[in-house]
């Protein structure tokens, strides 16, 4: 399951990627224009940080900035940093038991619908994402 932690992350990655590149942004402004809570904010972005996706700049003019190009994070990686491996159900990770894995007739039906969702969250971009939202308002 994709948690509300790794949708906020798509969002501040979005909010960021939709002014130009280079401009900084406090975590109190991207709480206000996106509507998530500023703790949260904080939060996410030390782990985007990490990811090498932010960088913080510090001072009274200080705030964040989109370091990567947005068009090269796609919202797999970004699930991923935040949620780990994304799957559609417990059976398809192999640290998880299963009785009857060889016997199951739904196994097949759960891996090809993973890999299509993976596939269709590989192929969006966060630049995608920034330029629809821009194109929306």
Partial sequence: MITRKAEYAIIILTEL?????GTILTSKQISKNRSIPVNLVVQLL??????GWTTGIRGPAGG??????PGK???REVIEIIDGPIGITRCLFRDRPCHDRSHCSLR????????????VLEG????EL????????
């Fill in 64 to 69: 964040v900035i989109l370091e990567q190009d």
């Fill in 108 to 119: 097949g039906v759960w891996a090809k619908a993973q890999q299509h969702m993976l596939n």
């Fill in 73 to 75: 994070i796609n919202l």
């Fill in 17 to 21: 990627a939709s002014h130009p590149r």
């Fill in 130 to 137: 920034a330029d629809s939202t821009a194109n929306d308002c």
């Fill in 46 to 51: 030390a782990v985007l940080k990490k990811a």
């Fill in 124 to 127: 969006v971009t966060i630049q």
